[in-house]
Structures are given as C-alpha cells and as structure tokens.
C-alpha cells in the first residue's frame, strides 16, 4: 500500500522560509509526477508545484519565483522549499504522487496534510 509522510510545516513569519518534504513507499507504481496543493477552510484545493519525473515543473503564478519543487529519485522524495512566505500562503499543503504502470495512469495517491501559518 503507497503511503505519502509528509514534514516541514509550522508557523513562520511573513517574509520566513519553511520546507515540506515527502516521502513516498510502499508503491510498485512509477511515481511519475509528484507535487503539492494547498487548501485553505471554505476553499477548493489549489494546485502549488508539480515535478515530473525530475526535472519538469510547474507552478501556480501565486508561488512562482518564491517555491522551490526538486526531486530526489533515489530516496523517492519531494521537496517543496518556500521562500519570502506571505500570509496568504497559510494553509494546509498536501503531498501528492501520480501513479504509472508504464505510460498506463494507475490513480493518485495523497499525504495526510501538514499546517503552513505565515504570522506575525
């Protein structure tokens, strides 16, 4: 069974950095695209960074030049390193990973969540 554990968020303060980690295993599915949301209470969950495979990403406008998405292959974890946070990026970001049996799409696979508060 694939389990995401994920790690990093806390509070910080406006203009503070913070890094998510997640760690992917038990899958035996290639995890072809790995990445995070974000969702706020009362609000759909918005996509914040995707990597593919490792070294294709993609950002919201919202967090583009601020986050950082990499990935290290051989320990099968995502990173997501947030820099100049702003108290709109409070919410809670969840780790997911896209499951590939070949180019076959096999389902997705989410973390449990952790809080980000940006405050003074």
């Known amino acids: 069974q694939e389990q995401l554990v994920e790690s990093g968020g806390g509070l910080v303060q406006p203009g503070g950095s913070l890094r998510l980690s997640c760690a992917a295993s038990?899958?035996?599915?290639?995890?072809?695209?790995m990445g995070w949301y974000r969702q706020v209470p009362g609000k759909e969950r918005e996509k914040v960074a995707l990597i593919i495979n490792s070294d294709n990403t993609n950002y919201a406008g919202s967090v583009k030049g601020r986050f950082t998405i990499v990935r290290d292959s051989a320990k099968n974890t995502v990173y997501l390193q947030m820099n100049s946070l702003k108290p709109e990026d409070t919410a809670v970001y969840y780790c997911?990973?896209?499951?590939?049996?070949?180019?076959?799409?096999?389902?997705?696979?989410w973390g449990q969540g952790t809080q980000v508060t940006v405050s003074s």
């Open positions: 038990g899958s035996g599915f290639s995890l072809n695209v």
């Open positions: 997911f990973a896209d499951k590939y049996l070949g180019f076959i799409y096999k389902g997705r696979v």
